[in-house]
């Protein structure tokens, strides 16, 4: 059986999903796209066969699509979503799932009241090898219970389009899921501190961005967001236990000791950090899909994460530390 895909959102993670399922995801083949802008719809699905319908609602309702895949802009995804939720079909959403909780609450509430888990959430650094390492040596007690947790996640650039609340709300969205997945813990609390500005920003933007948060059990974490270091794109993590650390192996590269020198190439942006990870993520959702099965990261887990953010972006005015506002989780969702 092919998974027949209709996407909606032809930006560049569009495009690249694209290419991604025409040429490394097997069972699959895009069959609609649509876009806000029908040119770059048209170009992106030329390359793919398939073929340009006018809005992302036309893709979810069209009888020749079985699967949705929604890259659009993140405000419009709460109206995609609840849309292939009621048309019964399974929907992997780029992230943020949402862009509030009330929304992530929308989705959940409607997914129970179909009876069906169809959203997957595209929460890619779970299939990165070095996270998945990690996660065995937390499971295995090897470092003892997690007392601290740092991340760093670092941009070369963002362009004059990216403001504050997007250091929040789309780019610390993988940090914020991989405390939860790692941890296996609700976040609880979240402050976020504006330290001293670059110059080298736009002047809309606070970066970088210092975020601290809290989890149930007590582990405390740090997360530094900065979109314009200007040397590459650098993400870092590190778990503190009380009987040891593990740490995120840097992407596996060569080092050159030459003329008095240590180097090693840094990569410049996410699509060559997270490759095999975007991968495998689609290789597996579209399995799922052919098995009627459902996979990986969930509405649950947009929702938990929309809730983080709605308070870290509440205190970037403030530098208050907030309470994360978190629905029961229900059983719907294990």
């Not at 870092?236 to 236990?241: D, H, N, Q, T």
């Not at 995120?248 to 490759?275: C, I, K, M, N, Y």
Request: charged letters at 25%; aromatic letters at 6%.
């Amino acid at each position: 059986m092919t998974v027949h895909i209709g996407v909606i959102g032809a930006g560049a993670i569009g495009a690249d999903h694209v290419r991604r399922i025409g040429a490394r995801v097997p069972g699959a083949a895009v069959v609609a796209v649509a876009d806000i802008d029908p040119a770059r719809a048209g170009e992106v699905a030329s390359g793919a066969g398939a073929r340009v319908l006018p809005s992302g609602l036309d893709v979810v309702t069209d009888p020749h699509v079985d699967a949705v895949l929604v890259t659009s802009w993140g405000p419009t995804h709460a109206d995609y979503l609840l849309a292939a939720i009621d048309a019964g079909k399974p929907v992997f959403t780029e992230k943020p799932m949402v862009t509030t909780a009330a929304d992530g609450l929308r989705i959940v509430e409607a997914e129970q009241s179909s009876g069906r888990r169809l959203v997957r959430v595209g929460f890619m650094r779970r299939h990165d090898a070095g996270y998945r390492a990690m996660k065995e040596v937390l499971a295995s007690g090897e470092i003892g219970t997690p007392l601290l947790m740092h991340c760093v996640h670092r941009n070369a650039t963002a362009p004059e389009t990216y403001h504050s609340e997007m250091a929040i709300r789309d780019t610390a969205v993988h940090e914020i899921d991989l405390i939860r997945w790692l941890l296996d813990d609700e976040v609880v609390s979240a402050q976020v501190i504006s330290p001293r500005r670059t110059s080298r920003r736009f002047e809309h933007l606070q970066d970088p961005q210092f975020m601290l948060f809290e989890t149930a059990s007590g582990v405390r974490v740090d997360l530094e967001v900065f979109v314009n270091c200007q040397y590459g794109y650098d993400i870092r993590c590190e778990v503190v236990g009380e009987m040891g650390t593990v740490e995120l192996p840097h992407p596996a590269d060569v080092w050159v000791r030459s003329g008095a020198r240590l180097r090693t190439p840094v990569l410049q942006d996410w699509s060559e950090r997270f490759a095999a990870a975007f991968d495998d993520e689609l290789i597996e959702w579209v399995a799922s899909v052919r098995e009627g099965r459902a996979s990986g990261p969930d509405s649950w887990d947009g929702y938990a994460v929309a809730a983080v953010t709605d308070a870290a972006a509440e205190s970037l005015g403030s530098g208050e530390v907030l309470p994360v506002l978190l629905d029961k989780r229900p059983a719907f969702y294990g």
